[in-house]
Structure formats: C-alpha cells, structure tokens
C-alpha cells in the first residue's frame, strides 16, 4: 500500500437489510387456529386480526405477501403442511428489499437528472 492512500473501504449496510434475517417470523397454526408463533431475536405477540390472516391463506407452498400490523410491516410468507397435518408457516420481512429499491430509483433519478 502507498502512504497517504486510505485503506479500501467496506461496504456499508443498513440495519433493516443485514439483519433482516433476525426478523423470521414462524407460526405453527392447528385447525386453523395459531398455536405457536415466534421470531428470531424478536418479541413475537402477533393481534389477534394477524393471527387470522395467518390462517387464511391455503398450505399449497406458494410465497405470498402479507402486511402484519403488529410486526409492523409486510413479510414475505409460506406456508405448507407438516406429516402431522399441521400448517407450517415461515417468512421474512420485506423493508430491506422496499429500502434498496428505493435506492435504487433514488440513483437511476440522480443519473438520469444529470444526463438531461
């Protein structure tokens, strides 16, 4: 390395996107009914109108996208069903995808300003 050169910076990231894993949100529902629920690293008390809307969507596999006021945001979700006939549901939020395409058309807007 030259002297008076700056060492290669890291990237940078925003909390929402590098630990959006830590926001996994999991509920196990029985009869349609919720009877376990959690959140990695999270406090995991879903209304009781999210619980219902867990329990609407059918266990075929598909991703769907559901907003969860209590977890303040929409997820991205699935849902299938386990050997014991229970509905097994999983999913990540999506603010760290909303926040990086934000940025994105917040660049592409600066480009194409300058270009004009």
């Known amino acids: 390395m030259e002297m008076?050169?700056?060492p290669p910076s890291r990237p940078r990231r925003v909390a929402?996107?590098?630990r959006a894993?830590?926001?996994h949100v999991g509920a196990r529902l029985k009869n349609g009914?919720?009877?376990s629920q959690g959140i990695?690293?999270?406090k995991s008390d879903l209304s009781a109108a999210d619980k219902a809307a867990l329990a609407r969507p059918t266990a075929d596999g598909r991703y769907y996208t559901m907003g969860l006021s209590s977890l303040h945001g929409d997820y991205q979700l699935?849902?299938?069903r386990s050997h014991d006939g229970d509905v097994l549901i999983t999913g990540l939020p999506l603010a760290g995808m909303d926040l990086t395409?934000?940025?994105v058309e917040l660049a592409e807007l600066i480009a194409f300003s300058a270009a004009c």
């Open 40 to 42: 990695i690293n999270g």
């Open 16 to 18: 929402t996107q590098s």
């Open 4 to 6: 008076g050169l700056a």
């Open 33 to 35: 009914v919720v009877t």
């Open 78 to 80: 699935r849902a299938v």
């Open 21 to 23: 894993w830590q926001r």
């Open 101 to 103: 395409l934000y940025r």
